[in-house]
């Protein structure tokens, strides 16, 4: 789906959980504090949070050194294993990638962000069957905080497969935890276009277009679109007249200017 690639690729965005408090454990153990971690603790701690950095600011083979050095001091440590994963699949390393997931759940099973981490990963390669038990995995996590996030992806998720209702269900869900979010507005916009929906279309691409630093060449060709299929020319027009203002060398303006309003 070429029209939200930009969008889509923010889902595999890792969120990391930094808190050292842990619930508490069977058997009335205590909670895990600050003052219950060792030397070694700390320091893969350190090199995970480099290495973290060093992963979003795009440096991936800096941060795959710290996170070996996250692992050489700890290595049970599943976060850094989940960062393992993303830092291998951003550098185009699938069995690697897979391989950390698959690591970091077996060491730490309940943790939400690996299991958004591996479903993401797993859509992005077609299993999407697989892709939906880690999603719904990450769902179903009391207390997840990333639970917006995990919904949207499931939501792009089901769209690329072509259950659209399913898609609808959970991006609508997503934006009712968090309408500020350009990127499950941008893509419910698109299901709903998809299915013929073109009223609330136009409404939550609305939202997107409205904020000058979210909008981009596939959201006003996106808008475009769903003007064109409303037969509303005086709309179509404005937008055809801010693609040609801001983005006069993207494809969706060279699509539109080919009147190629169905590809």
Not at 2 to 24: E, K, P
Not at 113 to 121: L, R
Not at 221 to 238: C, S, Y
């Amino acid at each position: 789906m070429n029209r939200s690639l930009r969008a889509t690729a923010l889902a595999g965005l890792a969120v990391m959980l930094w808190g050292c408090a842990q619930t508490g454990a069977p058997g009335g153990r205590d909670r895990v504090t600050e003052s219950d971690q060792t030397d070694a603790d700390r320091r893969a701690r350190v090199r995970l949070e480099l290495a973290t950095g060093y992963y979003t600011r795009g440096q991936f083979e800096t941060a795959l050194d710290e996170v070996k050095l996250a692992l050489q001091a700890q290595p049970g440590f599943g976060e850094a294993f989940n960062m393992r994963g993303l830092i291998y699949q951003a550098l185009g390393d699938d069995r690697l990638a897979e391989e950390s997931y698959r690591r970091a759940l077996e060491l730490k099973p309940g943790d939400a962000n690996a299991m958004h981490n591996y479903g993401w990963f797993l859509c992005q390669k077609q299993r999407m069957p697989e892709a939906m038990v880690q999603f719904q995995r990450a769902i179903a996590t009391p207390r997840y905080p990333g639970l917006a996030r995990s919904l949207m992806a499931q939501g792009v998720c089901e769209a690329r497969t072509g259950d659209l209702a399913a898609a609808e269900r959970s991006l609508a869900r997503s934006y009712e935890l968090d309408p500020s979010s350009p990127v499950t507005a941008y893509n419910l916009a698109d299901v709903l276009f998809r299915k013929g929906d073109l009223e609330r279309a136009r409404f939550y691409i609305g939202r997107v277009n409205a904020v000058h630093d979210y909008s981009s060449a596939q959201s006003l060709w996106l808008a475009a679109r769903i003007e064109k299929k409303a037969g509303n020319q005086g709309a179509l027009r404005d937008l055809g007249r801010q693609l040609h203002a801001r983005f006069p060398s993207a494809n969706e303006t060279r699509s539109y200017d080919a009147g190629r309003f169905d590809d």
